[in-house]
C-alpha cells in the first residue's frame, strides 16, 4: 500500500508560468488536504477535498490558485501565472474518514519560481 | 495569539537527555496531532490524540483536555531525533499547525 504520493517533487516555473501540483492519496482514503510551507515558515492548510468535491478552500488564495480531485485521477493544486512569492513546498495530505484519524503527508513538491 | 502555540521554538539538547515540547491550543477540538518533519522536509505522523496519553518506542505524547495542552517526550534522545517537531489540531475539518519546535541533538 503505497504512501501518499506526490509529484513533481521539485518544479521550477518562471514567473507568469503555471505550475501543477499532483497528489495521489493512500488507497482507500478520500480526503485530501493540501498545506503549504513558506520558507521559514510553518504549515498553512489551504484547502481540503473529496472525491469530485471541494469542502473547504478558505485557505487558498482568490484568485490564480486552483484545486481539484476529480473521480478518477490525482488530486491537482494548479496555480497560474506564478510569482516569486508562490515559492514554497507544498504538501499533500490524506485520510481515510472525516475526524479523528491519522494522516498521511506525501514527501511534499517544492515550487520554486524564478 | 496563534491558535496553536508551541514551546520552546529551538531547543538543543546532548545526546540522552529527556525532552519535552509543549502544545497549547485555544479552539475546541476533535483530535490533535504530534508530526516530524526532518530536513529535506518529509512530514511523518508521530501521534494522533484525543485523549490520554500513547507511546511509541522512545516517544510518549500526553493530552489534557480541560487544560488545552499536549506534550511530546522524547526519552533517551539521539542525534536522528534533531527534526522540527509540529503540534497540529483538528477540527472544522482542517488542520492547524503550531510554528514547530526545531530540536538539535549534539552527540
Not at chain 2, 8 to 30: D, R
Not at chain 2, 33 to 38: F, G, M
Not at chain 2, 86 to 101: D, M, N, P, S
Request: glycine fraction near 10%; charge should be positive.
Amino acid at each position: 500500500n503505497a504512501g501518499v504520493m506526490q509529484n513533481p517533487r521539485h518544479l521550477v516555473r518562471r514567473r507568469g508560468q503555471e505550475a501543477r501540483l499532483r497528489c495521489s492519496p493512500m488507497k482507500g482514503h478520500s480526503h485530501v488536504y493540501w498545506y503549504r510551507q513558506l520558507p521559514e515558515e510553518g504549515l498553512k492548510f489551504m484547502v481540503y477535498l473529496q472525491k469530485e468535491n471541494i469542502i473547504d478552500e478558505s485557505g487558498m488564495p482568490k484568485e490564480r490558485f486552483s484545486a481539484e480531485f476529480p473521480k478518477e485521477g490525482p488530486s491537482i493544486l494548479r496555480i497560474q501565472q506564478v510569482v516569486r512569492g508562490d515559492s514554497a513546498a507544498y504538501f499533500c495530505a490524506s485520510s481515510a474518514e472525516l475526524t479523528g484519524n491519522t494522516i498521511y503527508f506525501g514527501e511534499g513538491s517544492w515550487l520554486t519560481v524564478v | 495569539k496563534n491558535e496553536v502555540e508551541q514551546s520552546p521554538q529551538n531547543l538543543t539538547a546532548q545526546e540522552g537527555e529527556f525532552i519535552t515540547i509543549n502544545c497549547s491550543y485555544s479552539v475546541g477540538i476533535s483530535a490533535l496531532h504530534w508530526l516530524q518533519q526532518h530536513p529535506g522536509g518529509g512530514i511523518v505522523s508521530l501521534f494522533m490524540l484525543s485523549s490520554g496519553k500513547k507511546k511509541h518506542g522512545r516517544l510518549i505524547a500526553t493530552i489534557n483536555i480541560q487544560e488545552k495542552h499536549s506534550s511530546l517526550h522524547i526519552t533517551a534522545s539521539h542525534p536522528r531525533d534533531s527534526a522540527v517537531y509540529i503540534c497540529a489540531v483538528e477540527g472544522a475539518q482542517k488542520l492547524v499547525f503550531g510554528q514547530g519546535t526545531r530540536l538539535t541533538i549534539n552527540p
